[in-house]
T-cell receptor, first 116, second 113 residues
């Protein structure tokens, strides 16, 4: 089955700096890669996603890049703010839109702390 | 907001007991997936229900079972609770034909003592 590795486990930045979180996946059939933000005691919330037919997607301060050959994808947050502090999870779904039933395999999570 | 709702929000049970957690999917969604999130870990897939049947299952023992009702709501049952079952249990709903619209509930925090 799919295995997703996420690094780093913790990330501390100053407000205004950029933050990068990296994930690798094992199943070459994976073709959908969402990123979730989870604040303490709250539900995971989708912040951005990318499908395997594109290499990069951007939404304001957040961007995701995908390298299918190397099987890795990354989350980039620019101009970080204290409210960006949370746990971030990457995930992967193989055969999304086809034979997959939407089973998400998550990374281990990254605790991001943005210091004012 | 007709999002995913889960009940109860918190629960304390004793080892060996049984527990039932409930989930109502987002309006319009027909598929429900359950995840277990241990403290400091990413969510782990338990199983998924569609058309009242278990469609896919993760690496969890038979003590974990579920059900989906005709109105698409779902229950997760855990028998013979172990201390290691303490976790946040998340329900997520989606459309069978559009898994990109995955939506999570706020979860049920289960503590086994």
């Amino acid at each position: 089955g799919e295995n997703v590795e996420q690094h780093p486990s913790t990330l501390s930045v100053q407000e205004g700096d950029s933050a990068v979180i990296k994930c690798t996946y094992s199943d070459s059939a994976s073709n959908y890669f969402p990123w979730y933000k989870q604040e303490l005691g709250k539900r995971p919330q989708l912040i951005i996603d990318i499908r395997s037919n594109v290499g990069e997607k951007k939404d304001q301060r957040i961007a995701v890049t995908l390298n299918k050959t190397a099987k890795h994808f990354s989350l980039h947050i620019t101009e970080t703010q204290p409210e960006d502090s949370a746990v971030y999870f990457c995930a992967a779904i193989p055969n999304a839109g086809g034979t997959s039933y939407g089973k998400l395999t998550f990374g281990q999570g990254t605790i991001l702390t943005v210091h004012p | 907001d007709a999002g995913v709702t889960q009940s109860p929000t918190h629960l304390i049970k004793t080892r060996g007991q049984q527990v039932t957690l409930r989930c109502s999917p987002k309006s319009g969604h027909d598929t429900v997936s359950w995840y277990q999130q241990a403290l400091g870990q990413g969510p782990q897939f338990i199983f998924q229900y569609y058309e009242e049947e278990e469609r896919q299952r993760g690496n969890f023992p038979d003590r974990f079972s579920g059900h989906q009702f005709p109105n698409y709501s779902s229950e997760l049952n855990v028998n013979a609770l172990l201390l290691g079952d303490s976790a946040l249990y998340l329900c997520a709903s989606s459309l069978a034909m559009n898994i990109y619209g995955y939506t999570f509930g706020s979860g049920t925090r289960l503590t086994v003592v």
